[in-house]
C-alpha cells in the first residue's frame, strides 16, 4: 500500500467539469445523486440480505429475481456515482457516510421469514421511488436533462423491480 497521501479533491466539494453546468446547479443535483447513491446502496444490502437468506416453497424463484435485482441496484448506484463525478463532485462512499447519508434505514441483521422481507423491501423500494421522482424534477428544473434523463431509466427499472416485490407478496391465486 501507498504511503503517499495526495488528495485530488476534498469529498463533500464541487468542482467545475467539462459539462458545463453551473457549479451552483450542479451542487444541488451532485447533493441529489448522493442521496440517491445512499439509499440505492442501502437498498443493495438489503435485497442481497435477502437473496442469500430465502428459503421456501419458491426459494428458487425468489433467490434468482433477488439476485437480479441487487445487481440492477449495483449497476444504478455505480451510473449515479459516475454521473456525479462527472459533473465535479465526489460520490459517497464510506459504509459511515453511506449510512448517514441515506434516506432510507434498513432493516436490522437478523433473518426474518421471507413474507416480511419482502414486505421490508416493498416499503424501502417505494421510499426510494419518491425520492427518486423529486431528484428527477429537481435535475429537470435545474437544466441537467442527461441526469433527469438517467434517473428516469433507473426510476422505470426500479419500479418494475418492486412491483415484482408486489406480485410475490399476493395470495396465492391457485389456493382455493
Known sequence: MSTQKTVLQEAGTVEESSLRLDVEKAEQIIDALNTDLAATYTFYHQIRKHHWNVEGAEFRDLHIFLGEFAEDLEAAADEQAERLQALGGVPVAGMQALAERSPVEPEDEDVYD???????????????????????????????????????????????????????LEDDSLKQ
Open 114 to 168: 421471507i413474507r416480511t422481507s419482502l414486505e421490508n423491501d416493498l416499503e424501502m423500494g417505494g421510499d426510494i421511488i419518491e425520492t427518486m421522482r423529486e431528484h428527477i424534477e429537481v435535475a429537470q428544473n435545474l437544466g441537467d436533462h442527461a441526469t433527469a434523463h438517467i434517473l428516469r431509466e433507473e426510476l422505470t427499472e426500479l419500479e418494475e423491480n418492486v412491483h415484482h416485490l408486489e406480485h410475490y
